[in-house]
């Protein structure tokens, strides 16, 4: 079993800067991939970013050169800095964590982002 909590949502102006950490425990030594979703009222989850336990990353086209994932595997957590938000980038984001065998999901955190 692996948890995941995440921390860092907020109310931003657009423009502003947010950085999300998703703090996982248990067996943490059983993760592989982990990644960052997000989600808007009545809209599929969708992914962000993802990174490997290498330390591959991927990101989609909508925030690529703004977020950043990064992955500390000795703190069993994982960072999205978020650069030059926009209003669209208003969401629940949801910190995902596979292995070899499940899948896990955070709680969520929300960010709102004014313009």
């Known amino acids: 079993q692996v948890q995941l909590v995440e921390s860092g949502g907020g109310l931003v102006q657009a423009g502003g800067s947010l950085r999300l950490s998703c703090a996982a425990s248990?067996?943490?030594?059983?993760?592989?991939?982990m990644g960052w979703y997000r989600q808007t009222p009545g809209k599929q989850r969708e992914s962000v970013a993802a990174?490997?336990?290498?330390?591959?990353?991927d990101y989609a086209e909508s925030v690529k050169g703004r977020f950043t994932i990064s992955r500390d595997n000795a703190k069993n957590t994982m960072y999205l800095q978020m650069n030059n938000l926009k209003p669209e980038d208003t969401a629940v984001y949801y910190c995902?964590?596979?292995?070899?065998?499940?899948?896990?999901w955070g709680q969520g955190t929300q960010v709102t982002v004014s313009s």
């Open positions: 995902r964590s596979v292995t070899a065998e499940h899948q896990y």
């Open positions: 990174v490997t336990r290498g330390g591959i990353t």
């Open positions: 248990g067996n943490t030594f059983t993760i592989n991939t």
